[in-house]
């Protein structure tokens, strides 16, 4: 979202194997110990690795429930809705016709919400929304491991070779926002990835976002980027926080839809506010007005990280060119970026780099049969 301008068929499989090591007491991957060979059973030194490391074992975000709990989002409309001086009272203005979220400051009455600024709204047109729970992970200091975050709402199984259906046979139900190990990888004949995240259990990479090392990006003086920076893969839809060339947290997000396409490229964070209002096309069908956007990090003119409240679709695109995040990984990187070190003037500087890894929607390397 922007800010107010104001500021206020059978498969033919190619397959490459993943070096890693998160773990130091457990096997360390080398090249081949898992590559997958469809007339091969898996190797027992692949599935010794996989029964010790079965899952990405990372610390966690911590929940946001401070802000999560001081606000009460509401969705109001989608039609315009008319505010009042006073429960009952007259009319003073009006909510246009949108996506219009407001922050109610006084819920006592049953029939009326008091929002932010004072006007009063009728309970009959919102509706209660509750904020996603979701958080990112933090990176130990030996991360190199591929993993990845299962995106797939509908709950199927992972299938038993790549470019198969799923199977129940698998003994893997996908569930959204379940973390998976990447052992292997396949290429169908239409140069979609899959990933085995188990022993006879591999995953189309449709139905997951894969965090991976991003392209280290230079500054205006062909330096490599230093300090506390982020790297947004537009393709997969993460977000990775570095120190230096340490990767030291990784997270889901939403980035800009079609037409409102985030810009690809390297900026900084030029100002950050706790909580901003954010609006915009005002009168148009894609017409928002967002109250209380939480923990805002501008980088690009008015496009900005933040907190996202209206919805849980982390690893999808979803927004009007911002980068959307759960409250509670804005708050961590709110947090964290603003506890750089400063340069000698003071200043602190932290990069966003805005990369993809493919064309979004379609295989990495593009339709073979295009």
């Excluded at 509401?74 to 505010?83: H, T, W």
């Excluded at 198969?164 to 996908?174: A, F, H």
């Excluded at 239409?190 to 990006?217: C, D, S």
């Excluded at 907190?307 to 695109?317: K, V």
């Amino acid at each position: 979202m922007k800010r107010l301008i104001t500021l206020s068929a059978v498969m033919l499989l190619t397959i490459s194997a993943v070096t890693f090591a998160q773990d130091t007491a457990a096997p360390v991957f080398e090249p081949g110990v898992c590559a997958y060979q469809a007339d091969k059973p898996t190797s027992q030194a692949c599935l010794d690795l996989m029964t010790s490391q079965a899952k990405p074992k990372f610390d966690r975000v911590p929940l946001d429930g401070a802000t999560i709990g001081m606000y009460s989002f509401y969705r109001v409309g989608p039609d315009a809705v008319s505010k009042y001086d006073a429960p009952g009272g007259s009319v003073v203005g009006e909510i246009p016709k949108g996506f219009n979220f407001i922050n109610a400051t006084n819920e006592d009455n049953p029939e009326w919400l008091q929002i932010l600024g004072g006007q009063w709204i009728p309970r009959a047109h919102t509706k209660l929304v509750s904020p996603s729970e979701f958080t990112g992970a933090l990176l130990p200091d030996n991360w190199t491991q591929p993993f990845a975050w299962v995106l797939d709402t509908t709950g199927i199984y992972a299938s038993l070779t790549p470019g198969t259906p799923g199977n129940k046979e698998s003994g893997y139900l996908t569930h959204r926002y379940d973390m998976v190990n990447i052992f292997a990888e396949a290429t169908d004949s239409e140069g979609w990835l899959w990933y085995m995240i188990g022993p006879n259990q591999w995953l189309k990479q449709t139905f997951v976002a894969r965090v991976q090392p991003a392209p280290h990006p230079k500054d205006t003086n062909q330096q490599d980027v230093t300090g506390r920076w982020v790297a947004v893969d537009l393709y997969e839809q993460t977000l990775v926080a570095y120190e230096d060339n340490k990767p030291v947290f990784a997270t889901l997000i939403a980035s800009g839809l079609d037409h409102h396409d985030t810009n690809q490229g390297l900026f900084s964070i030029w100002a950050r506010m706790p909580d901003d209002r954010m609006s915009g096309a005002t009168g148009a069908p894609s017409a928002y007005d967002l109250q209380s956007v939480p923990w805002v990090m501008y980088f690009d003119g008015s496009i900005s990280l933040h907190g996202t409240y209206w919805h849980d679709n982390f690893g999808y695109r979803r927004s009007h060119g911002c980068v959307n995040l759960s409250i509670s990984d804005a708050k961590w990187l709110f947090n964290w970026t603003a506890g750089a070190t400063p340069n000698p003037n003071g200043d602190i500087t932290n990069y966003v780099y805005v990369f993809s890894t493919g064309k979004y929607g379609e295989p990495p390397h593009g339709l073979k049969n295009a």
